[in-house]
T-cell receptor, first 115, second 116 residues
Framework: KQEVTQIPAALSVPEGENLVLNCSFT??????LQWFRQDPGKGLTSLLL?????REQTSGRLNASLDKSSGRSTLYIAASQPGDSATYLC??????????????FGAGTRLAVHP | DAGITQSPRYKITETGRQVTLMCHQT?????MFWYRQDLGHGLRLIYY???????DKGEVPDGYVVSRSKTENFPLTLESATRSQTSVYFC???????????????FGAGTRLSVL
């Protein structure tokens, strides 16, 4: 059974720091991995999606890496800002028959960036 | 409004009552999903639907019923609510087209349900 773990569960950093959020998964047979941002009282916003054949994806100050063989992904946030404060969720997608891809989520890392 | 909307945003009900959470999307996406989010668990899939009149169970379907008579709507019903169903419920949709786009799920803002 695929399990997704995110460490740390919570993180508080001063503005301007570079930080790394970790995601690990137990079964390397994934279709892809996706990082989401969740703001309080709101839904999830997709940040980055890494296909199983890729090593990393970048979007602005965000960089996500994937090491499928070791079951790990990291989300790197450069020069953090208070507006980055949110919960970050990692999800792996399993390829299933019938065309439906199933998402397995981690519990998230709650990030607080203080001025 | 374009996008995916959930209603109500907040709901308080009593044990044993029936409650229905609504989900509506304007993109004509084929796939729709219901998740619940509990502290320390991340999101867990309750039910999903690949098209109108096609639904299937996810990881935690017990106590829930879904229907999909129209592509744009995917209501979730708790037939007899229990305290363990207190949670935040998220609806999502996804397109069927090939390529990276079909893998993106778009989420609603969630419904916070409290069962007393």
């Amino acid at each position: 059974k695929q399990e997704v773990t995110q460490i740390p569960a919570a993180l508080s950093v001063p503005e301007g720091e570079n930080l790394v959020l970790n995601c690990s998964f137990t079964d390397s047979a994934i279709y892809n991995l996706q990082w989401f941002r969740q703001d309080p009282g709101k839904g999830l916003t997709s940040l980055l999606l890494i296909q199983s054949s890729q090593r990393e994806q970048t979007s602005g100050r965000l960089n996500a890496s994937l090491d499928k063989s070791s079951g790990r992904s990291t989300l790197y946030i450069a020069a953090s800002q208070p507006g980055d404060s949110a919960t970050y969720l990692c999800a792996v997608r399993l390829a299933l028959s019938g065309g439906y891809n199933k998402l397995i989520f981690g519990a998230g890392t709650r990030l607080a960036v203080h001025p | 409004d374009a996008g995916i909307t959930q209603s109500p945003r907040y709901k308080i009900t009593e044990t044993g009552r029936q409650v229905t959470l609504m989900c509506h999307q304007t993109w004509s996406h084929s796939y729709m999903f219901w998740y619940r989010q509990d502290l320390g668990h991340g999101l867990r899939l309750i039910y999903y639907s690949a098209a109108a009149d096609i639904t299937d169970k996810g990881e935690v379907p017990d106590g829930y019923v879904v229907s999909r008579s129209k592509t744009e709507n995917f209501p979730l019903t708790l037939e007899s609510a229990t305290r363990s169903q207190t949670s935040v419920y998220f609806c999502a949709s996804s397109d069927r087209t090939s390529g990276v786009a079909k893998n993106i799920q778009y989420f609603g803002a969630g419904t916070r349900l409290s069962v007393l």
